[in-house]
């Protein structure tokens, strides 16, 4: 059984940080990458921030570079996005996504395989 699990979401004052774990089980540890979506009340899921597994290569939304990082603990086959300076925009379920198979663009939420339930962030103003 393939899972990914978010946690660490929660409610957090603008400016605030917050970490977002991702624990992934089954054998999609290796995918091809490992990617951060969220999606606001009415609104698409949007990509936040992806990871190429074998290169470690990164990739953010510009509404995000510089405040999001995305890293990984191989050990504990857990992805993290780390977030900064929060701001109120930014409040959404967060999801976490494994693809499997190299596609067109990891920006895709089509791209992915497996995703987690989601964890709600929210920043007040």
């Known amino acids: 059984q393939v899972q990914l699990v978010e946690s660490g979401g929660g409610l957090v004052q603008a400016g605030g940080s917050l970490r977002l774990s991702c624990a992934a089980s089954?054998?999609?540890?290796?995918?091809?990458?490992m990617g951060w979506f969220r999606q606001a009340p009415g609104k698409e899921r949007e990509f936040v921030t992806a990871m190429r597994w074998r290169s470690g290569n990164t990739d953010y939304a510009d509404s995000v570079k510089g405040r999001f990082t995305i890293s990984r603990d191989n050990a504990k086959n857990t992805v993290y996005l780390q977030m900064n300076s929060l701001k109120p925009e930014d409040t959404a379920v967060y999801y976490c996504?494994?693809?499997?198979?190299?596609?067109?663009?990891?920006?895709?939420?089509?791209?992915?395989?497996?995703w987690g339930q989601g964890t709600q962030v929210t920043v007040s103003s």
């Open positions: 089954g054998r999609i540890f290796g995918s091809y990458a």
């Open positions: 996504a494994a693809d499997v198979v190299a596609g067109t663009s990891i920006r895709r939420s089509g791209e992915y395989d497996y």
